[in-house]
């Protein structure tokens, strides 16, 4: 984190500025800031070093896409299960990280620095650094090779796609056959001329032959489906992972690239594995809220320029180590730098703005039923139960449809040569064209913070703290957005912290048909508004009693196990891979 975050300016005496730089040679730097905006290679490398930030934030705030509270788990099995799986991947902030975040970023920042000033050998650090980073990096690069394989994938074997005749076709993975559908992805005609071919459009033509036919759909359910990992070691448990063909091809190829890196140090390879580690990020951290999103970013926002303008740490711990912490692109005589954190930083609040975006879209989506039923509660006076009866509303939310890995759908089944989007399309396609309200917002308030850090670095001739500009940018186009349309209050109230995400809830509702009030769960035409009272007892109750009863109930288990193991033989150690069957598959 120390030196994730970072500044951007030019060469001065021979050494870099800083982390985040657009350096220039001291004998040819243009003398006024107009001149240098005549100086096309500096432009052409700024505007390199902007469009690739914002690139990877664009991509991996799509990736940390996943099921919003405001939807309710999907129906088919199979998308449960993946959506539970990146529920649980990612990491919500709490409200002391935005303290305890640039407290420790300080005090790595510092041990570095004065790690370097004690050894006086900085290719020593940069060297265990490196090592370092390309082991753990070898993670984040199996993850974003295999996405990257997933999105080609998609646009070559597409679930949907138009014909030389204008109509829909979908691809039936299970029969190896392509079928005719309306707009919506309702069959229609049935198969066309099986066997036919899963390539859409004109690359149908490259499976003349049925063979070929035949080896492209094996081709495609090879990628499409999902393998079980399985490891299990006696006394520790068992570990299950569904993976993709894509994930074990990238592989090999994550640990060539990190193994590349550390024995050549390019500068290639090593924006490489920064895209990685970025990419990665956006999918593991999340802000939780607005609240604590805004405060995380403001405390690295003051860290930021206190380490760059009033202490030595940031530039030099900066400018000494060769590690892969930033993303840097040269030409001719120039570099260019920017660091890491200043891409994580901004882009994790981006990707939560994403999501709430989505959120607010299945929140749209929310109907509220008449329903008749009995409310349980206590009586203010006496203390007893009450039961009345009343109408009430109960919320039913939309199950969620799955919006990432459908880019290739998304361009096949467009008209006029694939630059008209039609009006009715596939589900599947239709759960990926909500508004994005404000992540294009921060998104603009990026680019614009980018464009401001460049600004003052061309006025100022010294390093400038992107965060600086960043912060400011990012916060402040999200929070004007929402005031602007009236939506603070409802941006405010989303969080990531599970609160939100109930099922079956009842609520009171204003003149306006929105919910004002939540009145408890309903189970079997019943409220009980005394059972989150009862609740919490009997977890305080629980554990108290925890240690008597979980003795008991731990040797009586122990008696089993031992009985069961006298039955029959039992692993001690097994790693396998298991292959779906065929039904499973899209």
């Known amino acids: 984190m120390a030196t994730n975050s970072s500044i951007l300016g030019p060469l001065n005496g021979g050494a870099l500025d800083g982390l985040n730089t657009t350096s220039h040679n001291t004998t040819t730097r243009p003398e006024s800031w107009l001149e240098t905006l005549q100086d096309v290679d500096f432009l052409l490398l700024e505007a ?22 405001s939807a309710a788990p999907p129906r088919d099995k199979k998308a449960r299960r993946k959506a539970e799986d990146e529920e649980k991947l990612a990491q919500g902030l709490e409200m002391s990280d935005a303290i305890l975040f640039p407290i420790m970023a300080g005090i790595v920042l510092m ?42 994938s998609a646009f070559a074997f597409p679930k949907y796609w138009r014909g030389l005749d204008g109509r829909l076709r979908m691809a039936d993975q299970k029969k190896q056959a392509v079928v005719s559908c309306d707009d919506v992805g309702n069959v229609t005609d049935g198969a066309v001329a099986p066997p036919s071919s899963p390539l859409p459009g004109l690359f149908s033509l490259l499976t003349p032959t049925a063979s070929l036919k035949s080896s492209v759909w094996n081709v495609r359910g090879t990628f499409k489906r999902e393998w079980l990992l399985r490891l299990f070691l006696h006394g520790v448990g068992e570990e299950k992972a569904h993976i993709k063909f894509a994930t074990m091809m990238s ?42 999103g805004s405060l995380v970013l403001w405390g690295l926002f003051f860290y930021d320029i206190f380490m760059v303008f009033y202490t030595p740490y940031m530039v030099t711990v900066a400018t000494t180590l060769d ?11 120039r570099q260019s730098i920017l660091g890491l954190g200043d891409i994580v930083i901004p882009g994790m609040f981006i990707a939560w703005a994403l999501r709430a975006d989505l959120w607010m879209h299945y929140r749209r989506l929310v109907k509220y039923e008449s329903t008749d039923l009995q409310i349980v509660e206590k009586d203010a006076t006496s203390g007893e139960l009450v039961t009345r009866s009343e109408t009430k509303h109960r919320e039913i939310k939309p199950s969620y449809v799955e919006v990432k890995g459908n880019w290739g759908d998304w361009f096949w089944t467009r008209r006029l040569m694939f630059l008209c989007a039609p009006k009715d399309v596939p589900p599947s396609i239709a759960a990926s064209n909500f508004k994005k309200t404000y992540f294009y917002a921060s998104m603009v308030g990026y680019l614009l913070g980018m464009l401001a850090t460049l600004a003052m670095l061309l006025v100022f001739k010294r390093g400038q703290p992107a965060l600086l ?8 186009t999200t929070y004007v957005t929402a005031i602007a349309r009236g939506e603070l209050k409802v941006l405010w109230k989303y969080t990531e912290d599970g609160s939100l995400d109930t099922v079956d809830v009842v609520v009171d509702l204003d003149a306006d048909g929105n919910p004002v009030k939540t009145i408890g769960k309903l189970e079997n035409g019943v409220v009980d508004t005394t059972k989150r009272e009862e609740k919490e007892g009997a977890e305080a109750k629980g554990t108290n009693e925890k240690g008597a009863d979980g003795s008991a109930k731990k040797n009586g288990d122990e008696k089993k196990t031992e009985i069961k193991k006298k039955e029959k033989n039992h692993h001690v150690f097994l790693f396998s891979l298991e292959e779906p069957p065929e039904e499973t598959e899209d």
């Not at 590690?323 to 005589?333: M, R, Y």
């Open 48 to 69: 390199k070093l902007v469009l690739s930030a914002a690139g990877i934030i664009y991509v991996g705030a799509h990736a940390a896409l996943r099921r919003p509270p």
């Open 111 to 152: 041990g570095l620095y004065y790690l370097i000033q004690y050894l006086n050998d900085p290719a020593i650090i940069s060297k265990v650094l490196r090592w370092y980073m390309s082991i753990v990096s070898v993670a984040s690069l199996i993850t974003l090779y295999a996405h990257g394989v997933d999105l080609v």
């Open 251 to 292: 592989l090999p190829l994550a640990a060539a690239t990190a193994a590349f890196y550390f024995t050549t140090t390019s500068p290639f390879l090593s924006n490489i594995l920064g895209y990685g580690m970025c990419y990665c990020s956006f999918l593991v951290l999340s802000p939780t809220d607005l609240l604590i």
């Open 323 to 333: 590690v892969p912490i930033k993303l840097q692109f040269k030409a001719a005589h």
């Open 469 to 476: 500009y960043l912060v400011p940018g990012v916060l402040g």
